[in-house]
């Protein structure tokens, strides 16, 4: 190997191979003429050599040379990582087609046929070198967009009309995470990587694009090759330049660290750090929503304040990991107390002086551990008081932490919407005084915001209590109140209605403490036993007494759509001791309406049992009677507010004889509740009303005055001289009522 660089400029260097010493010397003299320091060696074999020990500007090769020849020469030369683009110049003989073609097939830039015209050497040297540059630039700056593409995690790739794929860049089978040689040659292709829920818009909008002209900015998400998901960003302009309406070139370029990044910002900016619950700002994002859907809905909303007594005190012999530990303990306890649906919040700590002073440092002073906690759409207002009820059984138990037991106390307010406000800011602040009357009251307390809701909601929850005590107590009575057909004044039957009378607080009005039932979920269980203890009545009565007549009970909309419940009152029926044709169930109209389609089935059910239905204090509610036509009812009682305005108001009277005729043409009985005196009696008989039930008849009466009144009555039968007054009633339970 001889190495000259006489003349170089020293970054140009030739190797030159071949085996004839006159080409050597007139190929290195042109050479260096040239510029180059060139090497030369006698064959194949030492080029290869030459080459993996150095780099060169071109190679010179003659085709025929001993050892290794020109053609396995340049293929081993193109296999090295710096032969790869190095220009080579293969010196093949006169007119050597084949050598030329195989040349070319190997690798070769060039060929130079011999002998070697030295002018015409020197220009094509010249040409390929500065190809050879113009390659280079070109690769490098191909190299360099590659790497900037891979660095900011782009691709591009080009449809034409028809949705081929003309081009697609190395960057879009990285996003894809595609093995490089993978093809992709149609739009559905790539769209196969489209995540399954965004393949349909992303389709459209390219669908869009592509004929529209118009420009691409989409986002979606890609499940890439090793089923990654991974969100990308496509972007195209309409290309004016490209001359084919509807080509498209889209740069798509992978997302996915920023939205984790502006994921997590969002997680800083709306989270509590500690315990992961929705900070202040979200909470009041979110019940601002909530209120406005349930100002819609006329959905009452309540908001609690809940807080650890002293927090302060509570964590003072507690290291910082375990004071961290028990807020997230306590956290997860409220969590696991409410619904899906409610909303917690972590308050951050109100007693930071600076604001932009971070969580580790607030917790340092933190007094008070506080939670707001939203209970959506509920149905009575205890609902707060039973929730913190639990709520605070709960934290009644211990928490363990670093194998200590540590006990709090708590107290919380409560605010109502709409009541108390219709704004978050404005619920939270008065849950906030809420809790610090109820602080004043003692740890462990719980208070409403309004005084008079307090007081409401305190008896209604003593009340529930007790309720739940007379049942097990079996304390409840039940009283019974007459109905009479006015034609003739026969008793037709009597209504079944439940008393309460509280061992502190006196006769509890059944709407209050039906309501309660209601509420709490003991309605079922109040019912059956007034179901129960009515049929072994009238039993007793129908024995002993010489009359046939009925008994009504109420039944509450909860009896009717509870499965359970209704079986219970079926499996009553049936094992009851007279015969199902003496039950009528009563029920409210407005009720009956609200769940029509789960009432009909269950009432067809009762009905077909031969029990009689009822329908309960008409014109309260919508009084339709097209709706009550498709019930299975055979008897309509209006209600008393209407019979009490008839005397005064002629309209009424108008109204009701309305109702009587049409509920006639219904096949139904008609019964006015509450008759008071002879002349709303005289009135109803006028308009053919067919039965009465009210004081003017007897109020309700506990069994044994009822069975006094049976008895009265038939002893008038027997003796017809006794009290009787002019309407044919009697006048000594008229007076009876009168000094109730
Ligand atoms: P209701 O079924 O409409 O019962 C008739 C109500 O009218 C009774 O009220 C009765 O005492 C009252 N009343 C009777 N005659 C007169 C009168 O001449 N003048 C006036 N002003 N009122 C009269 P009560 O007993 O207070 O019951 C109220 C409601 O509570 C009942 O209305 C019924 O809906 C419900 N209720 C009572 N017991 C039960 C029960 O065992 N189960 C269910 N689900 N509800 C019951
Ligand atoms: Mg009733
Ligand atoms: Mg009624």
């Not at 669908?207 to 420009?215: C, I, N, P, S, V």
């Not at 932009?356 to 506080?370: C, S």
């Not at 009251?441 to 529930?464: C, H, I, P, W």
Request: charged content about 25%.
């Amino acid at each position: 190997m001889n190495q000259s660089d006489a003349g170089s400029t020293g970054d140009l260097k030739a190797l030159l191979a071949d085996d004839d010493p006159g080409i050597q010397l007139t190929l290195s003299a042109l050479l260096e003429q040239k510029g180059f320091a060139v090497t030369t060696v006698d064959n194949g074999r030492q080029a290869v050599e030459a080459l993996s020990a150095d780099s060169f500007s071109i190679a010179l090769l003659d085709i025929r040379m001993p050892r290794m020849d020109g053609f396995e020469a340049c293929r081993a030369i193109r296999e090295l990582e710096n032969g790869k683009n190095l220009p080579i110049l293969m010196l093949t003989g006169q007119d050597d087609t084949d050598s030329i073609k195989k040349a070319f097939e190997v690798g070769a830039t060039d060929f130079v046929a011999k002998p070697i015209n030295l002018v015409l050497m020197g220009y094509r040297l010249d040409y390929i070198l500065r190809a050879a540059g113009i390659s280079e630039e070109l690769r490098k700056s191909h190299q360099r967009s590659r790497y900037a593409q891979h660095i900011a995690n782009l691709g591009h790739i080009e449809w034409n009309p028809a949705r081929e794929i003309v081009h697609c860049s190395e960057g879009i089978r990285e996003i894809l995470g595609l093995p490089g040689q993978s093809a992709l040659s149609r739009f559905e292709d790539f769209n196969e990587f489209v995540h399954p829920e965004d393949r349909e818009r992303v389709d459209a909008a390219i669908r869009q694009a592509l004929e529209a002209g118009d420009a691409l900015d989409l986002e979606h998400r890609v499940v890439r090759a090793d089923g990654c998901l991974r969100f990308v960003l496509q972007i195209s302009e309409s290309r004016p330049d490209s001359g084919v309406s509807g080509h498209m070139v889209v740069t798509v370029q992978d997302i996915t660290d920023r939205i984790d990044t502006e994921k997590r910002m969002h997680a800083l900016a709306y989270y509590d750090d500690l315990t992961g619950l929705p900070n202040r700002s979200l909470l009041i994002q979110h019940l601002d929503q909530l209120l406005k859907g349930a100002v819609r809905y006329h959905h009452k909303t309540a908001v609690i304040v809940f807080g650890v007594d002293r927090f302060d005190r509570v964590v003072e012999s507690l290291d910082h990991p375990a004071m961290e530990s028990l807020i997230r303990m306590i956290a997860e306890r409220i969590k696991l107390t409410c619904r899906e649906c409610d909303l917690l919040s972590r308050q951050a700590t109100d007693d930071a002086d600076d604001e932009g002073a971070g969580y580790r440092q607030l917790t340092a002073k933190l007094k008070n551990d506080e939670y707001v906690i939203v209970l959506s759409a509920i149905n009575s207002l205890q609902a707060a008081s039973v929730f913190l009820q639990r709520l605070m059984e709960e934290f009644g138990k211990a928490f363990e932490i670093n194998d200590k037991e540590v006990y709090v106390t708590t107290t919380a307010g409560i605010s109502l919407a709409p009541i108390d406000g219709n704004s978050p800011n404005e619920l939270i602040k008065h849950a906030e005084i809420a809790k610090g009357f109820a602080g004043e009251q003692g740890s462990g307390s719980f208070r409403y915001f309004k005084q008079e809701l307090n007081d409401q909601v305190t008896r209604k929850f003593a009340l529930a209590n007790d309720l739940r005590k007379a049942l097990q107590d079996d304390t409840l009575e039940v009283h019974y109140q007459p109905k009479i057909r006015l034609a003739d004044h026969s008793l037709t039957g009597v209504e079944a209605l439940c008393r309460w009378q509280h061992p502190l607080m006196g006769a509890i009005s059944p709407l209050e403490f039906i309501q309660i039932a209601e509420e709490e979920g003991l309605i079922g269980e109040l019912g059956n036993r007034v179901l129960e203890t009515a049929c072994r009545q009238l039993a007793a009565w129908l024995a002993e007494f010489d009359c046939d007549f009925g008994v009504s009970v109420n039944l509450s909309p909860e009896q009717l759509v509870d499965d359970q419940a209704m079986q219970r009152i079926v499996d009553l029926v049936s094992g009851s001791p007279i015969d199902n044709r003496f039950i009528e169930f009563e029920l409210t109209e407005s009720t009956l309406l609200a769940n029509f389609d789960t009432s009909l089935k269950t009432l067809e059910r009762l009905t077909s049992m031969g029990c009689g239905l009822a329908i309960d204090d008409f014109g309260t509610g919508y009084s339709s009677l097209s709706y009550l036509g498709m019930l299975p009812a055979q008897t309509l009682k209006i209600d008393k507010s209407f019979i009490h305005q008839i005397e005064a108001n002629a309209q009424y009277t108008a109204i009701i004889g309305g109702i009587i005729k049409l509920a006639h043409s219904l096949g139904l009985t008609v019964v006015a509740e509450g008759v008071e005196n002879d002349a709303q009696k005289a009135i109803l008989s006028r308009e053919q009303c067919d039965e009465i039930q009210g004081s003017l008849v007897a109020p309700p009466l506990p069994a044994r005055e009822l069975a006094d009144w049976l008895r009265d009555r038939e002893n008038r039968k027997t003796y017809p001289e006794s009290a009787v007054d002019e309407s044919g009633l009697d006048t000594q339970w008229r007076r009876n009522f009168s000094t109730r």
